[in-house]
């Protein structure tokens, strides 16, 4: 409300702003003091449009013709108390009541109100019926409550209402990006700039998602261009951290992260980029304490997982990292990684024998059969929860299939399915316990539909396992291409690619493929340069051959393919007999 001190002290810039505006008045068509309200508005000028409309307001028009506007203005500015006592009554003008519902509905949805939202969504339904931004909104209200499917049909008609609506679009290109992968969703963005090339928060999505394509120039031509327009907007420092990071400039991306809003700084992105940038400084013990809570909040990330074990282990923190991951790394899902950072943590407290067991379970060679993810509750603490809600039902499930019971977590999968039929993560589980009882045409339509609406990698795997087992192998192999089309930056994609073209005798894709994943996070990938130096031998660079394998058994000595690897290479570049009998003697002694 503007009779507080923090309205009735214009600042200079602001005071400018006007002084803008009414000198530029005479160059275009006059508007209504309504109509400047409006305008402001729609450029996210809040305080500007409160102020005009206080005016209109105490110069006798009624309270029913602005609430609906005020209300909005004051959303813009973050006032939610004072947004309510506009929006809270419904008392609206019939000319307004569509949009002040809808405002309504969005101050909902801001405090986490969904059912209050969904309401006033459909009070402003009433009222219009036909607008795109209204439907964008019901959108992101259904994603939000787990509707996702239904959300993406809101995001198409939105469209279809209006196909130059850039809200609209933005909104659709959100979709496509988690649905189809980065590439798909770049038309959809640029569409939507071309009507409203100005939108602050449209152009830094945009930088997102030429950043994850790994476009890097393009996505800081797009964020100088954000500087310009809205020099105050702190996602910029985000996104500029994240550059930096990847160009390796650690220092700087550090200071750039802590000039972004605090709101950004608390995301889940934010956190990992946080804790990867402390560890790359050497500051183990802040990117300890920042992944620790990430993890708090994602505890079946993996990449978190192992970065907060790394964390632990460089700050010599061995007691900790025995803690919380000495039975993880002995479970069938474990990485090679964290056993070798767990045994190393054994060693280093003198326990050489549990030391020696995870050494030796680390360099086994490691299949790529999927395994359970573990329940939260055991299994008879969640029979005895049943499948009340969500979170019970979903450790119910994995408490089954972790107890080989597949056929009872499929059970429980299929009816949480038919109460959440639009939801892509039970959707996903409904496929995961499909999976694990055997009904792979089953799994890998679940997995299908779960993707249509987002297609994370983990999905995408799921899905091409589920195609394998049921014989179609072609089809996970036309699927794999496409996600890493789409995300090119994902490492085991790349991998999966490499070894799928040195099987079938295509070596000149295998080095690609294979080259691309150790540029983009597979430098430390022992296994990896191992099939690298197969692939150099097949295309007769012995020299190359050589240094991969060389590099694959110095990263990982006592794994049975990086030796037998070596002593391949060596044996057929030639003049190296007496080391490879050497090695050979070794291998005869390495698990298997």
Not at 22 to 45: K, M, R
Not at 143 to 150: A, D, I, P
Request: glycine share 8%; net charge negative.
């Amino acid at each position: 409300m503007i009779c507080r001190p923090k309205h009735l002290a214009l600042k200079p810039a602001f005071l400018a702003l006007l002084i803008t505006v009414a000198g530029c008045s005479d160059s275009g068509p006059v508007l209504t003091p309504l109509e400047q309200a409006q305008a402001s508005l729609a450029a996210g000028q809040g305080l500007a449009a409160e102020v005009t409309l206080k005016d209109i307001l105490a110069s006798g028009t009624d309270a029913t013709e602005v609430a609906a506007y005020i209300g909005e203005a004051e959303l813009q500015q973050g006032e939610v108390a004072e947004a309510r006592q506009w929006l809270g009554e419904g008392a609206f003008s019939e000319e307004t009541r569509g949009h002040g519902f809808h405002m309504l509905a969005r101050l909902e949805m801001q405090v986490g109100n969904l059912p209050a939202a969904g309401a006033a969504f459909d009070q402003a339904l009433k009222f219009k019926p036909d607008s795109a931004e209204l439907w964008v909104d019901i959108g992101r209200l259904r994603y939000r409550g787990g509707e996702q499917s239904q959300a993406v049909d809101a995001s198409v008609y939105a469209v279809e209402l209006d196909p130059e609506n850039p809200e609209a679009l933005r909104f659709r290109a959100q979709l496509v990006r988690d649905a189809e992968g980065m590439r798909e969703a770049i038309p959809w963005f640029e569409r939507a700039l071309e009507r409203n090339p100005d939108n602050a928060d449209l152009l830094l999505d945009y930088a997102a998602t030429l950043g994850e394509l790994g476009r890097a120039r393009d996505m800081l031509s797009v964020i100088r261009e954000v500087a310009k327009i809205a020099p105050e907007n702190k996602r910029i420092y985000f996104l500029q951290s994240v550059l930096a990071a990847r160009a390796g400039n650690y220092d700087l991306a550090g200071l750039l992260l802590l000039r972004s809003s605090r709101e950004d700084q608390e995301k889940p992105a934010a956190l990992l980029l946080s804790g990867i940038i402390d560890l790359e400084n050497g500051n183990y013990a802040s990117a300890a304490q920042t992944l620790e809570r990430l993890a708090a909040r994602q505890p079946d990330n993996r990449r978190v997982r192992q970065l907060l074990a790394r964390a632990l282990s460089l700050g010599q923190n061995d007691r900790e990292l025995i803690y919380r991951y000495g039975e993880k790394a002995a479970s069938p899902s474990a990485s090679p990684y964290l056993r070798h950072l767990v045994a190393r943590s054994h060693e280093a407290l003198e326990d050489r024998e549990e030391a020696g067991r995870l050494f030796d379970l680390a360099a086994r060679p490691r299949g790529d059969r999927l395994v359970a993810v573990p329940s939260s509750a055991e299994l008879g603490v969640a029979e005895a929860r049943g499948a009340v809600d969500g979170a019970a039902a979903l450790a119910l499930i994995r408490a089954r299939m972790t107890a080989g019971q597949a056929g009872g977590a499929r059970a429980v999968a299929e009816q949480l399915l038919s109460r959440f039929s639009g939801s892509a993560d039970t959707l996903a589980l409904a496929g995961d316990a499909n999976l694990a009882a055997g009904n792979y045409g089953r799994a890998a339509r679940l997995y299908f539909d779960a993707g249509a609406i987002r297609k994370p990698w983990l999905v995408t795997r799921k899905q091409i396992k589920a195609l394998e087992a049921a014989g179609q192998s072609d089809a996970a192999l036309a699927i794999l291409a496409r996600y890493f089309v789409g995300d090119p930056g994902n490492t085991e994609a790349a991998v999966m690619l490499a070894r799928e073209a040195y099987r079938g005798n295509d070596f000149g894709s295998a080095a690609i493929f294979a080259d691309h994943a150790l540029i983009n996070g597979g430098s430390r990938d022992p296994v990896l340069h191992a099939m690298r130096a197969e692939i150099a031998m097949q295309l007769g660079d012995d020299e190359l051959g050589l240094a991969m394998a060389r590099r694959g058994y110095d990263l990982q000595p006592m794994s049975n393919v990086t030796t037998t690897v070596l002593a391949n290479v060596l044996r057929e570049a030639g003049g190296f007999e007496p080391q490879v009998q050497v090695i050979e003697r070794k291998i005869s002694r390495l698990p298997r």
